[in-house]
Each structure stands twice: as structure tokens, then as C-alpha cells.
């Protein structure tokens, strides 16, 4: 690997395109690559998961407005598919459907360091465009790898969360990348395409605050959206703000650590193979990563408690992530509300161990149902917990090492006669380094428990076949990756909707 050093410069110091960031992750798009065949294995689990978690949610009120949306944007030909529907649309507003339809339930692969991440939010977007322009699973596969090396160095290197700056920047800018190296794009162009997706999708993080809307949804998949725009913006020759992370009003002075800023950013090698997304991990469970490990430890805990009415307090000692963003340290009364919506309560720990305490399990849907949020009984377990930052916890949470960082925790309960349980896990079973590791048989395992009742038998096995064939899939069988639903049942769901202006 190679260290980049990215800090702020004046306009007058006229920094060279190859010694700015924007070019230097372009480069990592365009350049040569060696072939890793388990980061290719990988990219099929990514795919596979999110199908898994899309036709989960088609029923659900956000992702049908995104594909109502969607298809008043109807493709002449090619166009793109939409999970759901089988109307084809225009590869910008296909991934804003099947982006939205990806990110909705909170349920699909992550990376944490510096910064947080869903690298799977990078495929719909490329997979739009691959079938709108006609492109190979090869080339697919080639995109998507990149995507996740540019994603995964982003969050590695350069904190946005501190600054209150959602996530989606860096989104942005590796969707980008991925869709240069899936359409061989020069250099100077994706550059330029990375340079704009980022200027156009620095938003705050108060889309992950307070209240919590259905836009948690759409974010990604907008900044996937705004990607394919910037590309075909740059393959018309147009440039961008520049140098858009190190210029004096750029996103490095004005939106983080401002003129002093100094960032290291380890990127490949040109010939390096591409392994980045074998360090990102997806859920078991529907729920904010944070929270992973704390419910496989309420299943544990739940063991030795006995009646859960004889607790006195629950203290989660964990990291400061945990503590200030989906804790008690996020001073957010929603946190504690029944009434509060399900982007909420999948952000609210105290919520999250409460009713994995009482049920030993974690439903995508029954977990967050109305009238099991408000039982009187959860809400009175639910306002006993309270979550504290322990340095160590935050310490392990960062480590340089994927083999030692956790993202876990250690709870403390206390009886109503004194006595004291407490037990400590440090990453969930699902993780790389956890009990129980996915592996394909667990990827599959969750699509079919996903796809049960949505898509037939048959048409899984039919999915689940194309999927494992991606690397030597034709332009024409992308399409196989959109498993066969009842469109109908659909049709009549989007139908009951308000309608907008498309």
C-alpha cells in the first residue's frame, strides 16, 4: 500500500492533478490490477445479500415511493432494472429505486474505522449502469472491486462523522470510481466525475439524528444517483470543482479539519490485487452495526438474568461510537420513545437490547412493530439501560488490527437485591472474526429467509444460480440478478400511494 498524504492548499500553490486525492483514487479505477479470486467470491455474497434485503422491503412505504418514482423515468432501451417491477427505467433512477430498496431495512454489509460505511450501497448503482450499457458481469465484478478499495480507504483515512457530515461523501466518490473501472474510463475523466459526485453529496449527518426519517434510505442511494450524473457529465468532457478535497473553499477546509487539515490515505499499488472488501462484514441481524454484537450478547445474557421485572439498571459499557450515536450519550429523548419511527429504533441501543433481552431473537419486522415497542413491560426494561464510553472499548473499536478491533461491548445488570450479572462481547458471531462467520451457505441461508413468501422457490434457486455465475455472465443475463417476484402484488401496493409530479 501506498500512503497519500491530503492536506489543504491555496489556489496560488496550483497543485498537480496527480498529486491530488480526486486523481489519485481515479487512478486507482483505471490503473492495472491483479485478479483476487476471493474478493471476486465476495462480491457474489455482497450481491446475493442485497437481493436479500431488496425484496424484503418492496413492500414497504419508502422504497415504493423510490420506485414510483422511478418509473415515470421510463428507458427507451436499454434502460436498467428495478427490483419489483418489470418495467426498465434509466440507470440513474434504477439505483435510486433499488438503492433505497437496498439500504432500507439496515440489513446489509458494513465497514467502520475512521468513518462509517455500507460498501454495498455501491452495487445498484453500478449494476444499473452495467445493463444500460450493455456491459459483462466481468466488468461488473472488475467495478464493484473497485468501488469497495476506493470506499474502504475513504473510511479508513478520513473521518467525516466528527465534523456531523453523513457518510454518503465518501459513498459518492467511490461509486464513482467503481463505475469508471466497470466502463475503462480514462483517468482524467473519472477524476473529474469523483471531483463532482463529492461536491454534490456533502450533506450533515442530522439525517441520522433526532427524529430519524426515511431519507436514512435514500441517501445512499441519491449519492448513487448523483455518481452516475457526475460520470456522464465527465464522459461529455466537462470538469468539476478542483481540487475538491485539498482546495482552500474545499470539502477538506470548509467541511472538516479546515486549514490545518492533514489526512493519510492508504491506497494500492498499481499492480497490488484488490482485497478491500474482505476486510467489510455484513448483519445478521436488521439492525445499525454497533448494535450486532450487543444482541448476540443479550441472547447470552438472557441465559443467567432470569425474570427481567428483578433488574434494577443495565449499564452498556462500550465505545464512544456506540455510546454517542445510537446510545444514551446521543441526548436524543427519541432513544427512548415508543412511539418513535423504525429508522429510530434501529439507531437506539436501549431499545435494541431491551427486546433482544425479553425475545432472544432479532426480527426485521416483528422486532420493530408498533404494539411491540410500546408493551409496557419493554419500555420499563427499556428506560433502565443506560450506555457509558469506556476508553478501552473506543480503543479496540479503532485498532489498526481487523483481527483485534471490536465493536461490541460489556453489560452490566443489576438485580433489585444487589446481586450483579455481567458478561462482555466484542465483535457479533456474524463478523470475520466472530463465533459463527458468514459464509456463502450463510448468505444464502439469509436470501432465502428474506425471500420467503416474496419470491418462489424456483426463481430463487434461478437467482441464487445467475448470481454464482457472475464473472461469466452476458450483458443479457443481468437481468437474472433481479429475483422474480409477484409484480402484481406489487403494482397494487405502489397503487394505494400518494402520487407526486413523475
Same mark, same amino acid.
Given at each position: ?31 492495472p ?49 428495478v427490483?419489483?417491477t ?29 468513518d ?14 452495467a ?19 476506493? #470506499? ?5 483515512g478520513?473521518?467525516? #462523522? ?51 426519517s ?86 447470552r ?15 452498556l ?5 456506540t #455510546? ?14 415508543p ?5 429510530t ?18 426480527? #426485521? ?30 480503543r ?7 483481527d ?12 433489585d ?11 457479533a458471531?456474524a ?41 461469466e ?10 429475483p422474480a ?18
Amino acid at each position: 500500500m501506498i500512503e497519500h498524504h491530503v492536506r489543504v492548499h491555496a489556489s496560488a500553490d496550483r497543485l498537480p492533478r496527480e498529486d491530488q486525492l480526486a486523481w489519485k483514487l481515479a487512478a486507482v479505477a483505471t490503473g492495472p490490477e491483479e485478479s483476487d479470486p476471493d474478493s471476486a467470491a465476495m462480491v457474489v455474497n455482497r450481491v446475493i445479500d442485497n437481493a436479500s434485503v431488496a425484496v424484503a422491503s418492496l413492500l414497504r412505504r419508502p422504497v415504493a415511493v423510490a420506485r414510483a418514482q422511478a418509473t415515470g423515468h421510463r428507458a427507451t432501451t436499454p434502460g436498467a432494472s428495478v427490483f419489483g417491477t418489470p418495467v426498465r427505467v434509466t440507470p440513474e433512477w434504477a439505483a435510486w429505486a433499488n438503492g433505497t430498496a437496498v439500504r432500507e431495512l439496515d440489513f446489509h454489509d458494513t465497514y467502520l474505522a475512521a468513518d462509517y460505511s455500507h460498501p454495498g450501497d455501491n452495487i445498484p448503482p453500478l449494476l444499473a449502469v452495467a445493463q444500460h450499457t450493455g456491459r459483462p458481469g466481468a466488468d461488473l465484478l472488475r467495478g464493484v472491486i473497485a468501488a469497495y478499495e476506493i #470506499h474502504v480507504a475513504l473510511v479508513k483515512g478520513i473521518c467525516l #462523522h466528527e465534523h456531523r457530515i453523513d457518510h454518503v461523501a465518501h459513498l459518492s466518490a467511490a461509486t464513482a470510481g467503481g463505475l469508471g473501472a466497470m466502463l475503462r474510463l480514462p483517468t482524467e475523466t473519472v477524476y473529474q466525475a469523483i471531483q463532482q459526485a463529492v461536491h454534490t453529496t456533502t450533506a450533515t449527518r442530522q439525517s441520522r439524528k433526532g427524529e430519524i426519517s426515511s431519507w436514512k434510505a435514500y441517501a445512499p442511494a441519491f449519492a448513487g444517483k448523483a455518481a452516475i450524473e457526475a460520470v456522464d457529465r465527465a464522459m461529455r468532457g466537462e470538469t468539476s470543482p478542483s481540487p475538491i478535497y485539498e482546495g482552500e473553499d474545499g470539502f477538506l477546509a470548509w467541511m472538516l479539519n479546515g486549514p490545518d487539515s492533514d489526512y493519510t490515505v492508504l491506497l494500492p499499488e498499481p499492480a497490488e490485487p484488490r482485497r478491500a472488501i474482505l476486510d467489510t462484514y455484513t448483519k445478521e441481524h436488521s439492525a445499525e452495526y454497533q448494535a450486532q454484537a450487543i444482541i448476540d450478547l443479550a441472547r447470552r445474557l438472557r441465559e443467567k438474568t432470569g425474570p427481567l421485572d428483578r433488574v434494577r439498571s443495565v449499564v452498556l459499557h462500550t465505545s464512544h461510537h456506540t #455510546h454517542h450515536v445510537i446510545g444514551s450519550g446521543a441526548n436524543d429523548p427519541q432513544k427512548y420513545d415508543p412511539s418513535a419511527s423504525r429508522e429510530t429504533l434501529d439507531h437506539s441501543v436501549p431499545y435494541i437490547l431491551a427486546v433482544a433481552l425479553e425475545d432472544g431473537i432479532w426480527h #426485521h419486522e416483528r422486532s420493530y412493530a408498533p404494539e411491540r415497542a410500546a408493551r409496557p413491560e419493554t419500555v420499563e426494561l427499556w428506560r433502565k439501560i443506560t450506555t457509558v464510553e469506556n476508553p478501552e472499548w473506543t480503543r479496540r473499536y479503532h485498532d489498526p488490527d481487523p483481527d483485534r478491533r471490536a465493536f461490541g461491548g460489556r453489560a452490566v445488570i443489576t438485580l433489585d437485591d444487589g446481586s450483579v450479572i455481567e458478561d462482555e462481547l466484542a465483535v457479533a458471531d456474524a463478523h470475520p472474526a466472530g463465533a459463527r462467520p458468514f459464509d456463502r451457505a450463510g448468505y444464502v441461508g439469509k436470501f432465502r429467509t428474506l425471500a420467503e413468501g416474496v419470491v418462489t422457490e424456483s426463481a430463487q434457486e434461478a437467482f441464487l444460480d445467475t448470481a454464482a455465475r457472475l464473472a461469466e455472465l452476458t450483458a443479457a443475463d443481468l437481468g437474472g440478478l433481479f429475483p422474480a417476484v409477484d409484480t402484481d402484488a406489487v403494482a397494487a401496493y405502489d397503487a394505494s400511494l400518494p402520487k407526486g409530479l413523475f
